[in-house]
């Protein structure tokens, strides 16, 4: 015989982990299901970065330094944290030759750190287990180890099985992140668009030589583009390779970046180790309508890639609010969960549902000289932003203005310019090609 329960969330990530809390507040029976036997640990490529003081998603977080609690005024909850931490200030780009673009004056910002800051590196693991204990007071029954195989519409619900143990409930959250095993079983990957497969690499690391660290920083090398940003304790950072080539193998493009590139070799010198993850990753275009025969999917089960922490965390507290509503109200139907997806369709898709991901890899079009002339090309910093597609937009306005400066300083520049964004979309079927959407991550 199954086990009842109002809801079943599959999957305790930032998401799964706030929908239980929201439906346990509201005295809903809850059975919590994770393939992790331990599950606030991280087993792949994150960095843990809550945003702050700015709008994600249509959503905001501030961060209580003395409180030690995240608070979330949009949605209307809030978030213990204890654990360590650093300040993000926005994003810097380097070009190979180690030409800067900035993105907000960062010696200024810093002089007011609670106001200014755009990020909060926390220790995700921490976090996540602050929530997870914080369950224990209301009726949410934990399944670590649970790897689920089957899903079903009932009578009364749905049902889901794995291990020899079955589970029903009014309904299923889906919070199963990332190439979800049950977006993929119950037909909701049909219709999206496969934007190629991602592998990733991540080495945290203590000691770093690089000015103004405080950031979310970009490396164009010849190799390939890499990331960092800082981690929760001090002097901590996460470096990032990721390719969609079969050509290139994350873990020799970071060597690469900490042993061979001649300019940002220099910063890891003194750097240790201290762990390494990696993760393979299907992109595919956001899922229009996340609900499914009793089965609502949130979070990175339905986006592009992640969906940010606070995107997550908010979709899982507006999930569990959205189930107690519809069992309240007798609704156990998708008209029961219009609260959510009229949200989810608002604030998610509308907006940034169509948004195709680039394949403009611009070191493939330009040389290093090429790419530090234009790095250096505005003279000045840019407006602070953490939200990476206005961070887009603002570089994107800044050279359409200086299109006549590089056309009259350096022609050859802008025609390869012209030649990259004719080809975008042959790149990008190139990317799509190369990726393997029916692989399934472990």
């Known amino acids: 015989m199954p086990k009842k329960y109002d809801v079943i969330i599959v999957g305790a990530g930032p998401a799964g982990l706030m929908a239980a809390r929201a439906a346990g507040e509201n005295g809903l029976k809850v059975a919590l299901l994770d393939r992790k036997a331990e599950i606030p640990k991280i087993h792949r490529s994150c960095g843990?970065?809550?945003?702050?003081?700015?709008?994600?998603?249509?959503?905001?977080?501030?961060?209580?330094?003395?409180?030690?609690?995240?608070?979330?005024?949009?949605?209307?909850?809030?978030?213990?944290?204890?654990?360590?931490?650093?300040?993000?200030?926005?994003?810097?780009?380097?070009?190979?030759?180690?030409?800067?673009?900035?993105?907000?004056?960062?010696?200024?910002?810093?002089?007011?750190?609670?106001?200014?800051?755009?990020?909060?590196?926390?220790?995700?693991?921490?976090?996540?287990?602050?929530?997870?204990?914080?369950?224990?007071?209301?009726?949410?029954?934990?399944y670590p180890g649970a790897n689920i195989t089957s899903v079903r519409k009932t009578p009364q619900g749905v049902m889901v099985g794995g291990g020899g143990e079955y589970f029903e409930g009014s309904f299923l959250i889906a919070a199963d992140g990332i190439n979800s095993r049950i977006a993929r079983n119950l037909g909701f990957n049909e219709g999206r668009r496969f934007f190629g497969t991602s592998c990733d690499t991540s080495w945290e690391i203590e000691g770093l030589d690089c000015p103004d660290a405080e950031g979310f920083i970009f490396m164009i090398t010849p190799a390939g583009l890499f990331s960092m940003l800082p981690a929760a304790e001090t002097n901590h950072y996460h470096v990032y390779a990721l390719t969609y080539r079969r050509d290139k193998a994350p873990a020799e493009l970071i060597h690469y970046l900490f042993y061979k590139d001649p300019t940002f070799s220099s910063w890891f010198k003194q750097s240790k180790l201290l762990h390494a993850t990696s993760c393979v990753i299907n992109v595919f275009s956001p899922v229009e309508r996340p609900y499914k025969d009793n089965v609502l999917l949130i979070g990175d089960a339905c986006w592009r890639r992640e969906i940010s922490n606070v995107g997550a965390l908010s979709c899982?507290?507006?999930?569990?609010?959205?189930?107690?509503?519809?069992?309240?109200?007798?609704?156990?139907?998708?008209?029961?969960?219009?609260?959510?997806?009229?949200?989810?369709?608002?604030?998610?898709?509308?907006?940034?549902?169509?948004?195709?991901?680039?394949?403009?890899?611009?070191?493939?079009?330009?040389?290093?000289?090429?790419?530090?002339?234009?790095?250096?090309?505005?003279?000045?910093?840019?407006?602070?932003?953490?939200?990476?597609?206005e961070m887009v937009r603002l570089i994107g306005r800044t050279y359409a203005e200086l299109m006549s400066t590089i056309s009259d300083e350096r022609p050859g520049i802008l025609e390869r310019l012209i030649t990259l964004r004719e080809n975008r979309d042959a790149d990008m079927e190139q990317r799509v090609r190369s990726g393997f959407p029916n692989f399934l991550t472990m």
Request: charged share 20%; aromatic share 14%; glycine share 10%.
């Open 48 to 142: 843990g970065v809550i945003g702050v003081n700015h709008y994600t998603f249509g959503q905001s977080a501030t961060f209580h330094d003395e409180q030690h609690s995240f608070a979330f005024p949009v949605t209307g909850f809030t978030i213990p944290y204890a654990g360590p931490y650093q300040n993000i200030y926005g994003y810097q780009i380097y070009s190979p030759g180690g030409k800067r673009l900035e993105l907000g004056d960062f010696a200024e910002l810093k002089k007011d750190p609670v106001k200014n800051r755009t990020g909060v590196a926390t220790s995700k693991e921490l976090l996540l287990r602050g929530i997870l204990e914080n369950l224990n007071k209301y009726a949410v029954e934990i």
């Open 316 to 389: 899982g507290w507006m999930a569990g609010q959205a189930a107690a509503i519809a069992l309240n109200e007798g609704n156990r139907n998708e008209r029961g969960l219009r609260s959510y997806l009229e949200w989810y369709e608002r604030y998610f898709y509308k907006p940034h549902g169509a948004a195709t991901p680039s394949a403009l890899d611009f070191q493939d079009y330009l040389s290093p000289e090429e790419l530090d002339y234009l790095a250096g090309l505005p003279g000045r910093k840019l407006p602070q932003t953490m939200e990476f597609i």
